[in-house]
């Protein structure tokens, strides 16, 4: 029986805009406003999915979720027909309805937290929706996200699906994004890497730490992980507030590679001490450090380095960076990865791509997808069409082509036509997908 790791990347939705909702997420602050471009978004994202299937490996898909929330609307005191709740909100709670049309559920490493079935203790694959409590934007996703988790993991005996943690500043949770699996391959027993950014009840000052210790811990037990191979780490005050508002801004792992930056950590070496106990007897802990002189934190934040896909592909000795364009436009970056290379260190190849939309909203290939390590019979369990093909992809494509906007302004949300455009575009989305149930 074969294990590979699936990575599920979230589709662009129609409305993909800059509204500048995410404090600390410093490319959503400086670009809030701008034009944005919901149909090249969403083409840039599949063609990063067919460029990483065409690597030999597996991909999935999580549709849109449904926008506007006509929940938090309704919740918000604003009632009558569609266009009534619209444009009540634009005049009187502007942000609000930006909130309710985000598109930030894309980023799918914030969907959910994924322990693979060799790590748990009832050797089923376990997922744990985010609660993503911390900003109002993200919060209301989990409903939604959990009801799509199901329909794609639905097999009980296979899949154990949890939903989010309490919304509560105590359990806040970001899901993958501040987790890392590390393994001598994905079918073997692993060790899991949580990083948070504070205490339960703890208050910091400057931007949010959004991952607390409680909530790492309490998903860690949910999914049956064995404590001596489960690892929590904190997260450096420094990186944070330079704009890591994410651990995946700074760190990510792949086999038994930790490739991360020198500020990624409070306690760096304490976490490296803790992996390599956790990994006595599976595998040799490769640590790749990128030091502050060779790449200042500013740099590996604005070219989101580290926010890159680190891969297994099939047929190469070396794993493979999957890193944005912007790390080969930085200067510090582009020379770093060049010195990486060419090293006999575990990182082969550094492959760039275009996901120029989803930069300046402040996600990375890295956010872009949530990674399954599955087996033969877990895939074959999940649903069938989340797994793409040459052909779905196209259909996907075309339905983009055909239904979303080259152009979408913040203001454009008050239209409350957009809003019957959006939910025509997810019909067909979601019919392409077999996931018509989720209309």
């Known amino acids: ?167 509560h500043a105590d359990f806040s949770d970001e899901g993958a994004a501040n987790h890392v699996r590390l393994c001598a391959e994905h079918g073997a027993p692993g060790v899991e890497l949580f990083v948070y950014g504070r205490e339960a009840g703890e208050s910091t000052a400057g931007f949010p730490a959004r991952q607390t210790r409680l909530a790492a811990e309490c998903v860690a037990r949910g999914h049956g992980l064995d404590p001596a191979r489960t690892v929590m780490a904190r997260q450096s005050r420094v990186a944070i507030d330079a704009g890591a508002f994410h651990n995946d801004v700074v760190c990510v792992g792949a086999a038994n590679t930790l490739f991360f930056h020198e500020t990624a950590f409070e306690d760096t070496a304490g976490t490296l001490a803790a992996l390599e106990r956790a990994a006595g007897g599976l595998f040799d802990l490769a640590p790749v450090m990128v030091p502050l002189a060779d790449v200042p934190v500013e740099d590996a934040i604005r070219s989101y380095l580290f926010n890159s896909q680190l891969l297994v592909v099939p047929g190469e000795t070396r794993l493979v960076l999957v890193a944005p364009t912007e790390a080969e436009d930085n200067d510090a970056t582009r020379r770093y990865c060049e010195k990486l290379v060419a090293g006999n260190g575990p990182i082969g190849r550094v492959d760039f791509v275009d996901v120029r939309q989803s930069m300046r909203n402040g996600g990375g290939p890295a956010c872009l997808r949530l990674r399954v390590v599955m087996t033969d019979a877990e895939q074959a369990a999940c649903h069938p069409q989340s797994l793409l093909t040459e052909e779905r992809i196209d259909a996907l494509q075309d339905v983009v082509r055909a239904t979303y906007r080259d152009r979408l302004a913040p203001d454009d949300l008050a239209d409350p036509a957009f809003a019957q455009e959006y939910q025509q575009a997810r019909e067909k989305l979601l019919k392409v997908l077999g996931l018509e149930a989720l209309a």
């Open 1 to 167: 029986m074969s294990t590979v790791e699936v990575n599920f990347d979230g589709l662009i939705g129609p409305s993909h805009n800059y509204g500048g909702l995410s404090d600390g997420n410093l490319a959503s602050a400086n670009n809030a406003g701008d034009i944005s471009n919901p149909r090249e978004a969403a083409l840039q994202g599949l063609e990063k999915m067919r460029r990483v299937m065409r690597m030999g490996l597996v991909q999935g898909i999580l549709p849109p979720l449904p926008r506007p929330n006509f929940d938090l609307l309704v919740s918000a005191g604003f009632h009558g027909s569609d266009a009534d709740i619209i444009e009540r909100a634009a005049r009187e709670a502007p942000r609000l309805l930006k909130a309710a049309y985000s598109a930030s559920s894309m980023w799918t490493a914030n969907a959910a937290t994924v322990s693979p079935s060799a790590d748990t203790a009832d050797g089923r694959l376990h997922l744990t929706t985010a609660n993503l409590s911390t900003m109002l934007h993200r919060s209301q996703e989990h409903p939604d996200t959990t009801a799509l988790l199901q329909a794609i993991f639905p097999n009980a005996d296979r899949f154990a699906l949890h939903e989010a943690l309490p919304m």
